[in-house]
């Protein structure tokens, strides 16, 4: 991934507050919208849901997930060209007893402060999403897939 | 649905160019953009895919797939809050042969004009998306699931 590229990418996850989450739904994909926050070091993503929502439950009963975020739309750029990244990985509920749960809240309401409230309703929880491959596109013919060794570097670099 | 829900999700369908496409791949979910149409009396989708994308190699081996869109983000609505519609349904390849193609290729036209050139592309093709159920979050607590009838009312409605 070249330094251009890596720029293109940090930009796009840092700036983009949500991303469209694929789950398995009784063996075929499902697809909502999460609002999600980068965690510590860029070692994955972390989300806020509810039991109550269908994504929950599937993530329980099927941890392989599908994270994918957008550039907005620009008049200037066609629609086949906007940047984006899909990121195939696992989801983890982050147990609030776990070591790394107060880091993951707080990378969550640094982005969403006005979600603080949501922490105090019983069927909200964090997962985490670990990548295991991302798939970068910058703009036509503009791919590449990266390690989330390599995700990691690029989302810590300044 | 109530008139100002379907007015909601009709301006939401026609003025979003792209949606995010759920796929099945090796059996966990997979997300990628797709620019997308609205066929002739809503009765579905229409996208013009590659068959050297991942995608579209997936709605082949396994035609469920789900198809989400999302209003654009604006600075006065949370992220939690902005509207969104996740489709489930079944990809279908269009063939050139097919009664039907004549008008989903224009469909797809009226829309994307820049990507006629693509239609010279071997490689490339039409696919309809029928949808089978229809989940509309227009706001915070503002869900609805409507069948594929009260959507193509939706739709065709002025």
Known sequence: MNPAQAQALRELLETQPVASLGT???????????PFAILPGGTGFVIHVSRLATHTQDMLSSPPVSL?????????????????VSIQGRAQPCAESASDYA??????????????DLFDFADFSLFAVLPRSIRF????AQAT??????????????
């Open 24 to 34: 398995l739904h009784k063996g075929e994909p499902f697809v909502s919208m999460v």
């Open 137 to 140: 596109v910058g703009g036509f």
């Open 145 to 158: 897939t990266i390690s989330p060794e390599v995700l990691a570097d690029v989302l810590s670099s300044a």
């Open 68 to 84: 994918m975020v957008l550039a907005p739309q620009r008049p200037e750029i066609p629609a086949q060209a906007l940047a984006r």
């Open 103 to 116: 880091e993951a809240r707080l990378a969550y309401l640094a982005r969403f402060p006005q979600s603080a």
